[in-house]
């Protein structure tokens, strides 16, 4: 078991790029969720999807969309980066609401 | 606002030494609190907490929540190299709605 993988681990962007974060998990979870993870600050979630085929807005949704492409992989799109989305972005899932979450290594993305 | 606070930010101690840190929070529809320790990379869960006064308990480590008091309590006893890390607590403030802390940072000194 892998448990919550990501690709990419690192990844350098320029202003205006766009790029696909990818996570997938092998619990056969129902939910997952995208979040930030920024110095001085908390993890803040972005999206989340509570199942299969639903995905609904986090906290610090702008700039950001996802897609939950089947019950194992859940992405995470930048379509114009921008230098406020440096950070560490992990992917967690979950058996459902209230359950406790797992959370994948990171990526970690630098916005030049 | 729903918010977290946890303290101290960080803290230095030697190995074998006790240390408990604190998590307080205001949320206005408190369901759970969590408690998860990251190192290098992802964060691993420890414990989650729903009742108050009910001590959760692995190994060296401990939490309890008081829900009068809005907070909880990490405790590591007899503590080693290997629990340097950055202990998070959040709050799940709703359905799908977790709030973290920043985290307290701990260094155990050989």
């Known amino acids: 078991n892998a448990g919550v993988t990501q690709t990419p681990k690192f990844q350098v962007l320029k202003t205006g790029q766009s790029m696909t974060l990818q996570c997938a998990q092998d619990m056969n979870h129902n939910s997952m969720y995208w979040y930030r993870q920024d110095p001085g600050m908390g993890l803040r979630l972005i999206y989340y999807s509570a199942s299969e085929g639903t995905t609904d807005k986090g906290e610090v949704p702008n700039g950001y969309n996802v897609s939950r492409l089947n019950k194992r992989e859940f992405s995470l799109r930048l379509e114009s980066a921008a230098p406020s989305q440096t950070s560490v972005y992990f992917c967690a899932s979950s058996r459902g609401a209230g359950e406790t979450q797992y959370f994948g290594p990171g990526t970690r993305l630098l916005v030049l | 606002e729903d918010k977290v606070v946890q303290s101290p930010l960080s803290l230095v101690v030697h190995e074998g030494d006790t240390v408990t840190l604190n998590c307080s929070y205001e949320?206005?529809?408190?369901?759970?609190l969590l408690w998860y320790k990251q190192e290098k990379k992802a964060p691993t869960f420890l414990f989650m907490l729903?009742?108050?006064?009910i001590e959760k308990k692995s190994g060296r480590l401990s939490s309890i929540l008081d829900k009068k008091e809005l907070f909880s309590i990490l405790n590591i006893t007899a503590t080693q190299t290997g629990d340097s890390a950055v202990y998070l607590c959040a709050v799940e403030a709703g359905t799908y709605k977790y709030i973290f802390g920043t985290g307290t940072r701990l260094k155990v000194l050989a």
């Open positions: 729903t009742s108050s006064g």
């Open positions: 949320v206005t529809n408190f369901r759970s």
